[in-house]
């Protein structure tokens, strides 16, 4: 099937899928610790993170997808949002935001055209509004490019389902092109719990922990094979993954599954991904395939174009020196990064391009952390780094409008640096 310049965002989609997992790794951070940064998340212009119970957020401020009215231009340094306490969970889309507050209730804001803010209005909000129908707890929240979906744990059972509300031109879970209030997807029945959620532009995936054994189910938009089912159809209803359940993933991505020791299989499209606005080359996978240069590494957490990796004995990801052939044996977890790299965004001090195969390890973290979410925007990047007393987000890449919250008047920046909040 030819790609064209229609599927130029689902080809860098399934880059957000092969390096695009955000895993909230939480165990040593509370909500009850004001100096603490739980999670975070970044958008195509912009970035938030729950600092304490409450949200932070910084980048540029269209649709008020920061917290800020429709006027302001920019956030930074970040700023706090307003109405919005005992936050426990955040997701970012492309111009909106969500998040879960104790108790399982879902707040959004930003961005509104398609109803994906989930309040039945098509209005932008710049302060957090409930989202009303979703019949049970919400434990996870995520988003597509203007749409979102949570995972809900319903009564009386407590049963995991997915509801979701937004743009629905594409991912066809009824016959209406938008739904400003959450609906239920089909095809869930029998699930009984579901470990992970996760969205691509316009289509979505989960991991069915029950009934076993694990397997992942998607559906949506399958133009260029994004449900990973072998068919060609678009699909209203969720659909399994072939072969998902023998490949035993541990973690998925939109369009990825994480294989048990090292290595990931991934669905969709197969693209040239040292230049992503060449239409070169691409394949398009309809059901998982080894995906090439990405089977050295036991991985921990990925965005588009980077990763948190732990690098073990035979885990390479730069070449050895010319005067030695012993692989690279380190242990501690590491961010690497690969692709274009014109506005610093592989965080190597430098702005040469490095090819997948090779990804380059991003420099001038802080030593006595370690990274434990990565996140991915608009020409830029971001990653949690933590330890036993403190955490901190550090932003590398494009700085235009604030999109790094560190509060300086550069373009960009090659290393990264810290952003205050």
């Known amino acids: 099937m030819p790609v064209t310049k229609r599927h130029r965002y689902d080809s860098i989609a399934v880059l957000i899928a092969v390096l695009g997992l955000v895993v909230a790794i939480t165990a040593e951070a509370t909500a009850d610790d004001p100096q603490q940064v739980l999670t975070f998340c970044s958008g195509f212009r912009h970035s938030c993170a729950v600092v304490g119970d409450r949200v932070k957020c910084w980048g540029i401020a269209h649709y008020a997808m920061v917290g800020e009215s429709d006027t302001a231009v920019h956030v930074d340094p970040p700023a706090f949002v307003p109405g919005l306490q005992n936050v426990t ?37 710049a302060v957090p509004t409930r989202v009303p129908g979703l019949v049970g707890r919400a434990v996870s929240v995520r988003m597509g490019e203007v749409f979102a979906c949570a995972v809900v744990e319903t009564p009386p059972m407590n049963v995991h389902r997915v509801f979701c509300w937004g743009d629905n031109r594409l991912i066809q879970f009824k016959s209406r092109p938008r739904f400003t209030q959450p609906v239920l997807i089909n095809g869930q029945r029998d699930v009984v719990e579901i470990s992970q959620l996760e969205l691509g532009q316009h289509h979505g995936c989960i991991l069915v922990e029950k009934p076993g054994p694990r397997h992942v189910r998607c559906w949506g938009d399958n133009q260029v094979g994004q449900l990973g089912n072998a068919r060609r159809f678009n699909s209203a209803s969720m659909t399994r993954v072939v072969k998902s359940a023998a490949y035993k993933f541990t973690r998925i991505s939109s369009m990825c599954g994480f294989l048990p020791a090292k290595g990931i299989m991934c669905w969709g499209p197969q693209r ?21 240069g990405f089977q050295k590494f036991k991985y921990l ?6 990763a948190i990796i732990v690098e073990t004995e035979g885990n390479k990801h730069q070449k050895p020196p ?14 690497v990064c690969y692709g274009p790299n014109y506005e610093g965004q592989l965080g190597d001090g430098s702005t040469n391009t490095r090819f997948p195969d090779y990804p380059g390890e ?3 973290l802080p030593a006595d952390m370690e990274p434990v979410e990565v996140s991915e925007g608009l020409e830029f990047r971001c990653v949690l780094m933590r330890n036993a007393t403190a955490s901190d987000v550090y932003c590398w890449g494009s700085n235009s409008g604030g999109k790094l919250g560190i509060n300086r008047g550069s373009l960009f920046e090659s290393l990264p640096a810290r952003v205050l909040l």
């Open 89 to 125: 969970s955040l997701a970012c889309g492309r111009v909106h935001t969500c998040a879960i507050v104790n108790g399982g209730e879902v707040f959004c804001w930003g961005h509104n055209d398609n109803g994906e803010l989930g309040d039945g209005t098509i209005e932008h909000k």
């Open 272 to 292: 040239n991904f040292s230049d992503p606005d060449s239409q070169l080359d691409t394949i398009i996978n309809r059901r998982p395939v080894a995906w090439p």
């Open 301 to 306: 957490d990925k965005a588009r174009m980077c």
């Open 322 to 335: 010319r005067s030695s052939s012993a692989p690279v044996v380190n242990n501690k977890r590491k961010v």
């Open 362 to 364: 991003v420099l001038g």
